[in-house]
């Protein structure tokens, strides 16, 4: 029992007495910090200590010294170094067992995937014995990823006791917060904690591939060596030619078992292939453009790629190992394009040169079809017979469209030819007396290939002279009224009879300027009609006419060319 020294009673309760002097209340500091370290303070003796605790301090101080030097006397090779004390916030601060793992996460609801693969890193802070659970960020996985479990220590699946790092090991199941996680790896510094430690570390395991991951992953890219053909050079040489083939698709495993006309086009600057059909009118279909669209067709799919299912998506270049080329067109066979069975019957000529030059052994010859086949399609459109009102060209357009459209003229004629009108004096060639010594002026519009004629007045014959015919196309006697054959320049000679609607007339003389034209287009005019112009006006061959062809021409119906000789008839 201790001895109270300063009043002289026993150390025990009711005993001792308050130091009524003392101010300082606060605990003594026992660490003490030097370069950054906490570190213990050796017991000091100073003023404001307690006594009573100062005096024990000393006393302990002093029996250990003793011992100390007993020691020292007795044993002075085998005594040991003096460990200084270090906490455990000091001595395991900053050390983190890491451990890498996964955990499998169920997928519900989903086609694509049944589990996803998730992969977590376990950090175990040995300084207080808590952990943290972190998922690395793995880029477009669509999930929310970083901080999974917050540090703490984390408690067994019993909830009993947290778990220890005596615990953790490799190919080792860890339940956290019912969340199973497998731990497949870690790193070198904690295999060598835990082989110090005396714990057998577990060989590491592989981590399984997410298979929704792998899935996502672009194929591997594969490189093929560039061929030697020359795309630049068949752009610049093959550039708006174009093969053209004439076939007929053999429709007949349908409910209507009809064949139908189509045209194949091979274009030859990137041998791609479109085929169209051939409408006709009041078929009855709609007037689609293309059956097929211009595309590159494959001739031959690699044997891998022979179950893909070609309706859903389309054939990728890496999966075809031969288009079609121009060689594979022969007409005479039968070919099946894009599941159409198409029958080549004929080419056109350009189709056939290219042939000719470039493959020879492909026979171009068209092939006949039978008479029912051809018939069933080309059918010629029956054109009802004309029935005299109209032109003929104005009444075919009745038969050809619903809302009659103006019949096509040909507007360069119309522009070289405008104001040039060819003139002859004519007689009527009648057996009616009152009709002798009646003369008409017969205009010949180039522009148009019309006719008019102008009676010339002939004083007290009892006839108005005037308009006789206005400007129309005159058509030659003997023909069908559906295939007239009109009257044209080359028809008009000196003594020709015209026959115009039953009335003949016969003509007498002509001006200079017609025979100035005729003579500019002398390859398109008989020799007879020249020779009786120049007989009749009295021109040489080799003597000019004395008019120029671009003065101003004759445009009026009413104005009178006198003949060279009037009065005159032409010699017989």
Same mark, same amino acid.
């Given at each position: 029992?201790?001895?109270?020294?300063?009043?002289?009673?026993?150390?025990?309760?009711?005993?001792?007495?308050?130091?009524?002097?003392?101010?300082?209340?606060?605990?003594?500091?026992?660490?003490?910090?030097?370069?950054?370290?906490?570190?213990?303070?050796?017991?000091?003796?100073?003023?404001?200590?307690?006594?009573?605790?100062?005096?024990?301090?000393?006393?302990?101080?002093?029996?250990?010294?003793?011992?100390?030097?007993?020691?020292?006397?007795?044993?002075?090779?085998?005594?040991?170094?003096?460990?200084?004390?270090?906490?455990?916030?000091?001595?395991?601060?900053?050390?983190?067992?890491?451990?890498?793992?996964?955990?499998?996460?169920?997928?519900?609801?989903?086609?694509?995937?049944?589990?996803?693969? &998730? =992969? @977590?890193?376990?950090? /175990? #802070? $040995?300084? !207080? +014995?808590?952990?943290?659970?972190? %998922?690395?960020?793995?880029?477009? *996985?669509?999930?929310?990823?970083?901080?999974?479990?917050?540090?703490?220590?984390?408690?067994?699946?019993?909830?009993?006791?947290?778990?220890?790092?005596?615990?953790?090991?490799?190919?080792?199941?860890?339940?956290?917060?019912?969340?199973?996680?497998?731990?497949?790896?870690?790193?070198?510094?904690?295999?060598?904690?835990?082989?110090?430690?005396?714990?057998?570390?577990?060989?590491?395991?592989?981590?399984?591939?997410?298979?929704?991951?792998?899935?996502?992953?672009?194929?591997?890219?594969?490189?093929?060596?560039?061929?030697?053909?020359?795309?630049?050079?068949?752009?610049?040489?093959?550039?708006?030619?174009?093969?053209?083939?004439?076939?007929?698709?053999?429709?007949?495993?349908?409910?209507?078992?009809?064949? &139908? =006309? @189509?045209?194949?086009? /091979? #274009? $030859?600057? !990137? +041998?791609?292939?479109?085929?169209? %059909?051939?409408?006709?009118?009041? *078929?009855?279909?709609?007037?689609?453009?293309?059956?097929?669209?211009?595309?590159?067709?494959?001739?031959?799919?690699?044997?891998?790629?022979?179950?893909?299912?070609?309706?859903?998506?389309?054939?990728?270049?890496?999966?075809?190992?031969?288009?079609?080329?121009?060689?594979?067109?022969?007409?005479?066979?039968?070919?099946?394009?894009?599941?159409?069975?198409?029958?080549?019957?004929?080419?056109?000529?350009?189709?056939?040169?290219?042939?000719?030059?470039?493959?020879?052994?492909?026979?171009?010859?068209?092939?006949?079809?039978?008479?029912?086949?051809?018939?069933?399609?080309?059918?010629?459109?029956?054109?009802?017979?004309?029935?005299?009102?109209?032109?003929?060209?104005?009444?075919?357009?009745?038969?050809?469209?619903?809302?009659?459209?103006?019949?096509?003229?040909?507007?360069?004629?119309?522009?070289?030819?405008?104001?040039?009108?060819?003139?002859?004096?004519?007689?009527?060639?009648?057996?009616?007396?009152?009709?002798?010594?009646?003369?008409?002026?017969?205009?010949?519009?180039?522009?148009?290939?019309?006719?008019?004629?102008?009676?010339?007045?002939?004083?007290?014959?009892?006839?108005?002279?005037?308009?006789?015919?206005?400007?129309?196309?005159?058509?030659?006697?003997?023909?069908?009224?559906?295939?007239?054959?009109?009257?044209?320049?080359?028809?008009?000679?000196?003594?020709?009879?015209?026959?115009?609607?039953?009335?003949?007339?016969?003509?007498?003389?002509?001006?200079?300027?017609?025979?100035?034209?005729?003579?500019?287009?002398?390859?398109?005019?008989?020799?007879?009609?020249?020779?009786?112009?120049?007989?009749?006006?009295?021109?040489?061959?080799?003597?000019?006419?004395?008019?120029?062809?671009?003065?101003?021409?004759?445009?009026?119906?009413?104005?009178?060319?006198?003949?060279?000789?009037?009065?005159?008839?032409?010699?017989?």
């Amino acid at each position: 029992m201790s001895i109270n020294a300063r009043h002289g009673l026993p150390f025990l309760p009711g005993n001792s007495f308050r130091d009524m002097t003392k101010s300082a209340f606060h605990r003594t500091q026992t660490l003490a910090y030097n370069n950054g370290f906490a570190l213990p303070r050796p017991p000091t003796h100073g003023i404001g200590q307690d006594p009573l605790k100062s005096e024990e301090l000393a006393y302990n101080y002093t029996n250990e010294l003793s011992s100390e030097t007993l020691a020292l006397l007795t044993e002075p090779s085998s005594r040991a170094p003096v460990v200084p004390f270090i906490p455990a916030h000091v001595a395991l601060d900053k050390k983190v067992l890491r451990f890498h793992g996964y955990f499998q996460q169920r997928v519900l609801h989903s086609p694509d995937e049944e589990y996803r693969v &998730r =992969p @977590v890193v376990l950090f /175990y #802070y $040995l300084e !207080d +014995d808590s952990m943290c659970v972190m %998922e690395p960020l793995v880029e477009n *996985s669509g999930l929310p990823q970083g901080k999974l479990i917050k540090r703490q220590q984390l408690p067994r699946k019993d909830r009993s006791v947290p778990y220890h790092w005596k615990d953790l090991n490799l190919a080792l199941d860890l339940e956290v917060y019912g969340v199973l996680y497998r731990i497949t790896n870690c790193d070198s510094f904690t295999r060598e904690f835990l082989e110090s430690e005396g714990i057998l570390v577990n060989d590491p395991e592989p981590m399984p591939v997410d298979p929704y991951t792998s899935h996502r992953a672009p194929p591997q890219r594969s490189y093929v060596s560039p061929s030697n053909f020359d795309h630049q050079k068949q752009f610049l040489t093959m550039d708006r030619k174009v093969l053209r083939f004439f076939a007929l698709w053999d429709d007949k495993d349908t409910i209507y078992k009809e064949t &139908r =006309p @189509v045209n194949i086009q /091979y #274009y $030859l600057v !990137d +041998d791609t292939v479109e085929i169209r %059909e051939v409408h006709q009118a009041n *078929s009855g279909r709609d007037p689609f453009p293309v059956l097929m669209r211009r595309q590159r067709l494959p001739k031959t799919i690699r044997e891998d790629s022979e179950p893909f299912p070609r309706c859903v998506l389309e054939v990728s270049p890496q999966e075809v190992q031969e288009y079609y080329s121009p060689r594979d067109f022969r007409v005479g066979e039968t070919m099946r394009l894009m599941g159409r069975t198409l029958r080549l019957y004929d080419c056109d000529s350009f189709t056939r040169s290219y042939f000719q030059s470039n493959h020879p052994e492909v026979e171009t010859k068209r092939v006949e079809l039978p008479r029912a086949e051809e018939a069933a399609w080309d059918t010629e459109r029956e054109v009802p017979p004309y029935n005299g009102f109209g032109s003929l060209e104005d009444s075919l357009q009745n038969c050809l469209h619903l809302i009659p459209q103006p019949p096509k003229k040909d507007l360069i004629k119309m522009l070289e030819n405008d104001h040039k009108v060819l003139r002859y004096i004519a007689r009527l060639d009648s057996n009616n007396p009152h009709d002798e010594g009646r003369h008409f002026i017969l205009s010949y519009f180039l522009a148009s290939n019309m006719i008019s004629i102008f009676e010339k007045p002939t004083r007290n014959s009892g006839i108005m002279a005037g308009k006789f015919l206005e400007k129309t196309r005159v058509p030659k006697p003997g023909f069908e009224a559906d295939k007239p054959l009109f009257y044209s320049p080359a028809d008009l000679a000196i003594g020709a009879t015209v026959v115009v609607f039953g009335h003949r007339f016969v003509l007498t003389d002509a001006d200079h300027y017609v025979l100035k034209y005729l003579e500019s287009e002398a390859d398109q005019i008989p020799s007879q009609t020249l020779e009786s112009l120049r007989n009749r006006l009295g021109v040489h061959p080799d003597q000019g006419t004395g008019t120029n062809p671009t003065e101003k021409q004759h445009g009026g119906d009413q104005g009178v060319v006198e003949p060279s000789s009037q009065g005159q008839e032409p010699a017989a």
